[in-house]
């Protein structure tokens, strides 16, 4: 323990969850902290990702709620749920200007064996994009991070960092209501070049699935613009 703290105190190498400091085979985060990071495990709806226990599934592996609601994508991805440790890494990595933390996240998802499935004959990445005005405050797109850290480790992968940008302002989803969020994001997105994605598989990326209202719009423009197929991966819903 004594070494232990000596050591963390000299590198300065603390756990960005916890705190406590870091042992030379730790990184990023403590092993006690890593330990306590949820996953999902169990059946999830193939839309919206909510686990199967204290749900009714429907055909096809999709819950009821969805059942009845329209997706411009066929199949959605998440890690875990947004909830303790993960919450926590993504906070910091997302508004505490902890960008290395990519490199964990990025981890997660390279151990999960569904989403080595769930990528498979998809080589084209496209990352939700920031308007400018945040993306000069945070001084990084959180999520690009994540699919160049991805793409270095799958020779296949394309990311295209700019196919949809952000053409207007509009308000953070996480403060508005749930028929406000799919106002909120209309006419917000635009496909730069439709021929780079006419025909391709496609993966939208991002942090956070909440209502999932900018995810299933840019779906819908990808679509409009010719994608044969759209899926969504994200960190936590």
């Known amino acids: 323990m004594i070494f232990k703290d000596f050591f963390s105190l000299l590198l300065n190498r603390y756990c960005a969850c916890c705190g406590e400091g870091l042992s030379f085979r730790e990184r990023k985060v403590c092993f ?17 990702g909510r686990p199967e226990e204290g ?3 429907k055909t096809e592996g999709i819950c009821r709620s969805c059942i009845v609601k329209k997706y411009n994508y066929s199949e959605l991805y998440a890690f875990g749920p947004y909830s303790g440790i993960l919450k926590d890494i993504l906070i910091k990595f997302k508004f505490k200007n902890r ?7 990025t981890g997660f998802l390279l ?3 569904r989403f080595l499935h769930f990528i498979e004959g998809f080589n084209i990445f496209i990352p939700v994009p920031l308007s400018a005005k945040r993306l000069n405050y945070r001084g990084y797109n959180q ?4 699919l160049r850290r991805l793409k270095s480790r799958f020779a ?5 960092r700019n196919a949809v940008i952000r053409v207007r302002e509009t308000e953070f989803q996480k403060n508005l209501k749930r028929t406000e969020r799919k106002k909120n994001i209309i006419n917000a997105f635009k496909v730069r070049n439709p021929g780079l994605i006419a025909g391709k598989r496609v993966i939208v990326f991002d942090d956070i699935y909440t209502t999932g209202a ?4 840019v779906s819908r423009l990808l679509k409009a613009a010719g994608a044969l197929e759209v899926k969504v991966a994200v960190i936590a819903r």
């Open 55 to 57: 749900y009714s599934f």
């Open 156 to 160: 296949d992968i394309t990311v295209l």
């Open 143 to 146: 999520v690009y991070l994540i």
């Open 214 to 217: 900018t995810v299933n719009e």
């Open 32 to 48: 006690a902290c890593l330990n306590r990071v949820s996953k999902f495990t169990s059946a999830v709806c193939r839309k919206c």
């Open 111 to 113: 151990s999960d064996p």
């Open 99 to 105: 960008s290395e933390l990519s490199e964990l996240l």
